[in-house]
């Protein structure tokens, strides 16, 4: 076990955020960097964390109607090169196998840095009519990308995540399954890791390679930067045509089908600890969080051990007695640790209720009970709170929810001048909402010169006449300038 | 839609069995051949089947206290060669990543045909003192093994696996954890796939490249083929010492951890294809099958069409009033293919009840229950049936097992001389339990004569004095042999 030091000894946010981020990531046991170069181990905490969401999402996925199914981890090179723009995109990440079972291959075989191209070809024979139409499907399964800058979670050479793809018969059906998609990633990112996030369209130069158009969702992180948090794709009828998928329409005309692709990855994990981490380490949303309540008995005799084991037994039965309570994710630490240790293990692991029973609490029927995102302290009778723990536990999620809103408000600003866009980005990084004429020229010289991308058009940004911030040209909308992860 | 032609054109299992099995791995649109050679792809209805089984499973490696992790999908050259025999038995079967990003690799990296040796090496970290042990993990994941002679589910170039690694202080914990592992794959065989299997241990020449020793299920299928059906490794300090990780015990003393590891994979859809499947196609254990019940409702013209609806409204809303009732995976097929399409469609996909109602059955208040497995067909009062057919599932399950277990008994026979060995498997593929003296020669022999490979020494095999079938020496029990997929 590692000493208390060692645990507490986090590098503080307002000094160096992607330092604190290491910090949490590696202290917390999320995940630790591995023996291949640019690729993760993620570990059994971090990985929990992964399959809370990864559930969350399936049941979305599923419950809009999608099918989960499995392709080959490698794409033919003459397959991946089909498409021209998705080739050019893609071909500088990949990792190439070039020998296997004792022999040079024929045929270069990348591992797939996503399956747009081998599904192409794959699903070729089974669509052949209408009737086989919409086909929707989702994998959940590991990429490659080759990476020159790494960082656990948000940036790796390997990663999880999960890929829909589905196929139209129209294209404004396909245009109502890129919305489905970015609709089940709003959900899952607000209502499950409390991650406000703003929808838009990304433009056309951050757009996927070999899409017609990509949607996304962009998060603030607490060091005010963006974060990308899920994409959806228009491809049009782009893939189909390149592997000469057709199917027979009612019309008794042959057509290529219109295809979507979206993803949601391992970086979501990422999103969540610099959403709404502290000092202390992570602090989770109680719907995502593996533990949602630790329970910390204290004492010193065995006598004071019995009693205190006797009130715990009683309170977390008291709790199974009803669905909602039997639901709640409960641990009791009963290591050998002192109480101080088990506070700041568990403070940085972000649980969000600690509760202290000790033998003057066990007399008074109660315990104390902490709060990990405010640290507010409150002594609660224990048949009171085995009752009320279910709604405290929600009311904690929406509060975490309201947190990261209020933040990012407080960071979010319009700017009306390309130095004013400088200054501030310069003294506090942010949301900057400014007019830009859709020139890839003014969103390139923001880029190379002040670091600004464009995060995204958003969806719900009033129409409003206004000049570019780069070149002074019309604008109808304000679009969100920031500095990215 | 393929026509009812297309779908009852299945090869018939007397005739030519891997033909029959290959026909009903497509056309039930299980798996198909992908463009990359030896690759698969998983369709909905065959993932959903593995989803099923890996839910079960993973409720068995949690509720033994394993964590899922995520290790990298490369494991670098150097590492694998760390441990003589394994690099030695994997070697041959390996994909190498040589370029990558636009370069040639430094070092290559092998795509993990399974994960001992890059765990090993990261593990190393983490394993300082005998408080961090056990260590007892569990990875879903997809290998790479290159096959010469691939076939869907039963062997592809790339499967999906769980792969538990687990470390331990003693050598009695570990071999522990190897029964541990072999006993949630027994459950699973049992409980989940209705599938029987013989507890054992794989011979020295069988045994895992870089284990101690390797236990194993061996399953029976309808043709009298024997398959493996899971896998659990006696690791000793092999991996430990060869990644050099060391721990401080109790005693101060440091010393290599005890590891083992075990896995279970997509081959498993295989084995209930061929345990339970025949000339109709799939039959499904009710606990697997995603779907348990069909309803085809049957009418002529659109007033019996809405009696019909009303009556399975009925039936289907009385089902949801009691909780294992809406635990029942119900489907209504309204399609518009014809009754007996529909009929040939489900018992294809192997769906364990088809509820028929028409007209007639709508007066009487009933509805036409047939079993999957024997056709049997039963008119049954609707109300009934409601409250019924949970426990008629459960029923069902248990008789697919007993009926495996009755097909294997019959198919198990104990012979005693080489000839009659010999002579049994040319005529009847089954279970043949011989004596065995112990040496590689022997096993060797009838392996190269006669295909006869040793499938496991089982546990529960009675002491019994003999003499080996194929040198004549001394032996105290009988092994399994068989011709094995």
Not at 227 to 248: P, W
């Amino acid at each position: 076990m590692p000493s208390e030091g060692f645990v507490t000894s986090i590098t503080r946010q307002s000094e160096d955020f992607p330092g604190w981020y290491n910090d949490v990531v590696r202290k917390a046991e999320l995940a630790d960097y591995s023996p291949v170069r640019g690729c993760m181990v993620i570990r059994p905490y971090g990985f929990a964390i992964w399959e809370s969401m990864q559930g969350e999402l399936d049941r979305h996925i599923k419950r809009t109607g999608h099918s989960n199914v499995y392709f080959p981890l490698f794409v033919p090179k003459s397959l991946l090169e089909k498409e021209a723009e998705h080739v050019e995109g893609f071909n500088p990440q990949v990792a190439w196998v070039t020998h296997a079972g004792g022999k040079k291959l024929e045929e270069w075989l990348a591992i797939r840095p996503t399956s747009e191209a081998i599904i192409a070809e794959t699903v070729k024979d089974w669509i052949q009519s209408y009737r086989d139409l919409p086909l929707l499907m989702n994998s959940w399964n590991n990429v490659v990308r080759w990476e020159l800058r790494t960082r656990l979670f948000l940036r790796t050479t390997e990663f999880l995540w999960q890929e829909a793809h589905t196929f139209h018969a129209t294209r404004e059906e396909a245009e109502e399954e890129v919305a489905t998609g970015l609709d089940c990633y709003d959900r899952v990112a607000r209502d499950w890791l409390a991650i406000p996030v703003i929808k838009g369209r990304k433009t056309d130069s951050e757009k996927f390679a070999g899409a017609e158009y990509t949607w996304c969702i962009e998060a603030m992180m607490r060091d005010g930067k963006a974060l990308q948090a899920g994409t959806s794709h228009m491809l049009g009828q782009n893939f189909a045509r390149a592997a000469g998928i057709e199917f027979l329409d009612r019309d008794n005309v042959r057509k290529p089908p219109y295809g979507t692709s979206w993803g949601f990855s391992t970086r979501m994990v990422g999103a969540v600890i610099m959403t709404h981490g502290d000092d202390s380490g992570l602090v989770l949303p109680p719907n995502l969080a593996p533990v949602q309540v630790v329970i910390v008995p204290i004492f010193r005799k065995d006598e004071e051990r019995a009693a205190v084991a006797e009130a715990i037994d009683r309170f977390t039965a008291a709790l199974a007695s009803t669905p909602e309570g039997s639901a709640v994710r409960i641990k009791v630490d009963w290591t050998e640790e002192s109480p101080g240790f088990k506070y700041n293990h568990w403070e940085l692991r972000g649980v969000p209720f600690r509760l202290e029973i000790g033998p003057r609490d066990v007399a008074a029927g109660q315990g104390m009970l902490v709060r990990r995102v405010d640290r507010s302290k409150e002594a609660v009778p224990l048949e009171k709170l085995a009752a009320e723990l279910p709604a405290r536990l929600t009311a904690y999620q929406a509060e975490l929810l309201k947190r990261a809103q209020d933040f990012r408000d407080s960071n979010t600003y319009q700017v009306d001048a390309y130095q004013q866009l400088k200054d501030g980005l310069d003294e506090k990084a942010g949301f900057y909402m400014a007019h830009w004429c859709g020139s890839e020229k003014c969103e390139k010289q923001a880029s190379d010169e002040i670091s600004a991308t464009i995060r995204c058009i958003p969806f719900d940004s009033p129409k409003e006449k206004g000049k570019c911030v780069v070149c002074g040209a019309e604008s109808g909308q304000r679009v969100v300038f920031a500095r990215a992860y």
